[in-house]
Each structure stands twice: as structure tokens, then as C-alpha cells.
């Protein structure tokens, strides 16, 4: 493990282990901060890749932005912001989404598998300004590390479950609420979770929920599909997924998912659970598959609209 700055101990208590952040529900210039953030670190080396890009665009929920903030989002993919600039607007925010951000910041670090200069100085940044101590930094790495070693490595499902745990484990004892992201113990219980989900049952629920859910849910849901319908992700990985998209399709959650986008809540925070441990699966191919099928229902959908509104003319 490389040398980081690390802060003074003290002795608060960690934070609730059972408290879930609302990403959507924080104040815009704090989302914006919060990509921001991500932008900045990604570039600290020099440039920002295609793996770093990814991670970003996968962490959030920007379908909640306003227009203006989409394009200031997108326009960080040219042209960075300062990293000290954001996290000055993120410094007095709840404090498990600090930790959440410090977890996202090391994944995008840690993505080509080395730490140059530029990332280490900036991390050290972050790390003081969002107030994260040196043991919970440290958590958080080994977190990542031990997601990375998955990838390269053939376990079983119960292999893969007691790694993740391990690491899990690891970051709740320094303070870190993984349960926050993962409340439902999704990517740490690979057991059994096949059980409850089919594909009848996923294609059944995004075809009636869509427009509640709205695009962004969606668009996660199918990406975690067409990852494990890909022959190369391994069965560790695909168990993970299986069990965000049973619990996606389970009717019976926190909120009702007739209640539009606020019931989705849950069902998000899951997918964003397992899309943080399979996010190497998530490839070109299966980008493309998710979109191109989103485009095509778009398509369906003004085709009948189109049809509909010629049979209710005056002139037919």
C-alpha cells in the first residue's frame, strides 16, 4: 500500500450503518460538484480514458440534472474543473456521501492499477478536504484491490462471496457504511439468488414500468443484463448481477414502485450496488446493446404515438 496523508484519529462515531444517501435528492450544485470531482480526479494524470469514463458516467444519476447542469457535466469531459473547486462545495455535506465520493474517487484512481504522482497528490487533496481518515482511505483500497483480483481470477460463487465479505467487512470496521451503497447485501450474498430472478419476469417489469422508472434506471437495469448475457463474464460476476435485477423485479421493496420515480429508489441503489463490482464486465458491446435497445423502444413508441394521433385526426 502506498503512503498517504493521513489525518488525526478521532472519536466520533461511525456513521449509521443503515442510512441510504438519495443521490437525486441532494441540492444540483452538489451533484455537479460530485461529478466534478470524479472529472478532476480522471484527469490528475494528464488525460481522462476510457475505463476512468466509465466508472464517472456509472456512479451517478444524472437524469435527475437540470439541461444547464447536464451540459456543465458534460462539457468537464473536455474541459476538467478545478478539483479543489468541487470539493470546497462538498466539504459540509452528509458524511456518507463524502465517504461514497472518496470510494468512487479511488475507483476511478485505481482502474489502470497504478497510482502516478499527479492521482496521489490529488487523492491526498480529496482525502483532506472531505475530512476521510487515513484507516478508512486504506478500507477503501483494499475494497477496490480485492474487486480487481476477482477479475483475474477464477472463483467460485462462494469463493467470490467470502472475498467480498472480507473486504466488506473490512470497510464497516473503519467507519465506512457499505450497506449505504449495498443496503440489501447484494454483492456480498451470492447464494441462491437465481431463485427469484427470470428473464420473463426483467423484460416484464421494464416494459411496464419504464416511463415511471425513467431512462436512467433503465439504462443500468439493461446494462447489468446484457453483462451477464455476455459469455465472458464469469459466474461470479453474472450471480451478482442476477441478484440487483432480482431484487429489481421483486415486488416487494421499501416503497411501491406505482409511486413514479420515488419508488425506484431501491431498485437504483441496487443497480448501482452491483454496477460498482462488475463495472469491468460493463464492456463497449454491452453499451451498445443497452442503447440500441432503449433507441428502439423510443422509436416504438413515437411510431404508435404517431399512428394513434392519424386515427383521432378530424380528417381520417
Request: glycine content about 4%; aromatic content about 8%; proline content about 5%.
Amino acid at each position: 500500500m502506498h503512503q498517504r496523508l493521513t489525518l488525526k484519529e478521532t472519536s466520533k462515531e461511525p456513521v449509521s450503518m443503515g442510512r441510504q444517501i438519495i443521490f437525486s435528492k441532494q441540492p444540483e450544485n452538489i451533484r455537479v460538484a460530485f461529478y466534478g470531482a470524479l472529472f478532476a480526479m480522471a484527469a490528475a494524470d494528464g488525460s481522462i480514458n476510457p475505463e476512468e469514463l466509465n466508472i464517472i458516467l456509472l456512479s451517478g444519476e444524472m437524469q435527475s440534472l437540470s439541461d444547464s447542469a447536464k451540459l456543465t457535466v458534460q462539457s468537464y469531459i473536455i474541459t476538467p474543473p478545478s478539483l479543489e473547486d468541487c470539493l470546497e462545495e462538498l466539504t459540509q455535506v452528509d458524511e456518507t456521501l463524502r465517504l461514497a465520493l472518496m470510494f468512487f474517487l479511488i475507483n476511478v484512481v485505481w482502474v489502470d492499477k497504478v497510482v502516478k504522482p499527479g492521482e496521489e497528490q490529488a487523492l491526498n487533496l480529496a482525502q483532506d478536504r472531505l475530512g476521510i481518515s487515513g484507516t478508512q482511505v486504506e478500507a477503501i483500497e483494499g475494497f477496490v484491490q480485492k474487486v480487481r483480483e476477482l477479475h483475474e481470477r477464477e472463483l467460485s460463487d462462494k469463493e467470490a462471496t467470502n472475498v467480498l465479505k472480507e473486504a466488506v467487512a473490512k470497510l464497516e470496521t473503519a467507519g465506512i457504511p457499505f450497506s449505504a451503497i449495498d443496503p440489501k447485501k447484494i454483492t456480498v450474498n451470492l447464494n441462491s439468488t437465481q431463485n427469484s430472478y427470470s428473464k420473463e419476469s426483467f423484460w416484464e417489469k421494464v416494459k411496464n414500468f419504464a416511463s415511471a422508472a425513467g431512462k436512467e434506471i433503465i439504462e443500468k437495469a439493461l446494462l447489468l443484463y446484457y453483462a451477464a448475457q455476455n459469455p465472458n463474464t464469469p459466474t461470479w460476476a453474472k450471480t451478482t448481477i442476477y441478484a440487483a435485477l432480482a431484487y429489481f423485479i421483486s415486488p416487494i421493496d421499501g416503497i411501491p414502485d406505482v409511486l413514479p420515480v420515488v419508488g425506484f429508489t431501491d431498485d437504483f441503489t441496487a443497480l448501482i450496488a452491483a454496477i460498482a463490482v462488475v463495472t469491468m464486465y460493463i464492456t463497449p458491446e454491452v453499451k451498445e446493446q443497452a442503447k440500441q435497445k432503449i433507441e428502439d423502444w423510443c422509436l416504438n413508441r413515437e411510431l404508435i404515438l404517431a399512428s394513434i394521433a392519424r386515427l383521432i385526426s378530424p380528417q381520417y
